[in-house]
């Protein structure tokens, strides 16, 4: 049974031919970057799927959160883990959010 976040990966693998033909060289680069950042041996592929769902939480990309997190539940990750990450994302986007804040009450003292 499909769902929408297997649609959404699926979408992907699908139409990336799309942005292939219009930009070999682009999607040859971002190959060569995602195999090399798969054979670092300084991460774990869990470790670093867990890594990447967060990121992928922070920059809004829902077919990130799909592909992230169907590679990390194939290379073992729980669901106590990806829900870790997940809940790691929201803090950093909090404390960005805290941060920035401080950024404002600094502009308004300052004009």
Known sequence: MST?????LKDIQKNSALLKKANP?????FGAVREAAHHNAALDPK???????AVSVALHCKGCIAS???QAKR???TAEEVAAAAGTA???GIGSAYTQSIDVMKAYEEF
């Open 75 to 77: 290379a073992g990750a």
């Open 90 to 92: 929201m803090l950093i």
């Open 68 to 70: 992230h997190t169907f």
């Open 25 to 29: 060289e682009i999607l040859e680069a």
């Open 4 to 8: 929408p976040w297997t649609d959404t």
């Open 47 to 53: 470790t670093r799927e867990l890594i990447a769902i």
